[in-house]
């Protein structure tokens, strides 16, 4: 199957400062990539939607100033973690799907292994 | 808005039993839904999916169908395996955004 990559697995960083995660679909195209965050021993929440080439789309109550997205390829979007506080300490993971079978109905959507950021 | 619920975890077996874990969804029109598995420390991968009523999805032993009479998607394996530990997620997407709404996820324990 297709390949998801994000990167780090793991970052821990001092309150107030900012932390970018990367996610690359590494053998395909993806206009559209997905940020969830995971607390511990719940489900995904989505975060926002990640369109190349334009703004993404915040799910309700995610501040847009906090949780900047940006997606300048089609292989790659950015969350950075602005002005990051220890309740933003949690496991954030991302997903993409292929481009080129988008028309196909719920494609499959693939996940990077995940980023567990710690605010400290 | 759509939602999707499961069983509440953990869920704790011996080898070779059976396992069902729940899974209920309420949403609009006419979602795929989907099994996703979550190993210690790993990002989630896909196991098995269905797109229309009464479709059957199967992998790695794993089966589930689409009930929609019942709204429900429950997973099924005749006989787990240690290996089998994890958290599974129901999740269900509907229309074409690629948006996915997960369940709140069952911890798996399989002991030998």
């Known amino acids: 199957g297709a390949v998801v990559s994000q990167h780090p697995s793991w970052v821990i960083c001092k309150s107030g400062t900012s932390v970018k995660i990367e996610c690359r679909s590494l053998?395909?195209?993806?206009?559209?990539m997905f940020w969830y965050r995971q607390f511990p021993k719940q489900s995904l929440m989505l975060m926002a939607t990640s369109n190349e080439g334009s703004k993404a789309t915040y799910e309700q109550g995610v501040e847009k100033d906090k949780f900047l997205i940006n997606h300048a390829s089609l292989t790659l979007s950015t969350l950075t973690v602005t002005s990051a506080h220890p309740e933003d300490s949690s496991f954030y993971i991302c997903?993409?799907?292929?481009?080129?079978?988008?028309?196909?109905?719920?494609?499959?959507?693939?996940f990077g292994q995940g980023t567990r950021l710690t605010v400290v | 808005g759509d939602s999707v619920t499961q069983m509440e975890g953990p869920v704790t077996l011996s080898e070779e039993a059976f396992l069902t874990i729940n899974c209920t969804y309420t949403?609009?029109?006419?979602?795929?839904l989907f099994w996703y598995v979550q190993y210690p420390g790993e990002g989630l991968q896909l196991l098995l999916k269905?797109?229309?009523?009464?479709d059957k999805g199967s992998n790695k032993g794993f089966e589930a169908t689409y009930r929609k009479e019942t709204t429900s998607f429950h997973l099924e394996k005749g006989s787990v395996q240690v290996s089998d530990s994890a958290v599974y997620f129901c999740a269900l997407s509907a229309g074409n955004t690629g948006k996915l709404i997960f369940g709140q996820g069952t911890t798996l324990q399989v002991k030998p």
């Open positions: 997903s993409a799907r292929d481009s080129l079978r988008t028309g196909t109905l719920n494609t499959e959507a693939f």
């Open positions: 949403a609009t029109g006419y979602p795929s």
């Open positions: 053998d395909f195209q993806a206009t559209t």
């Open positions: 269905a797109t229309k009523a009464d």
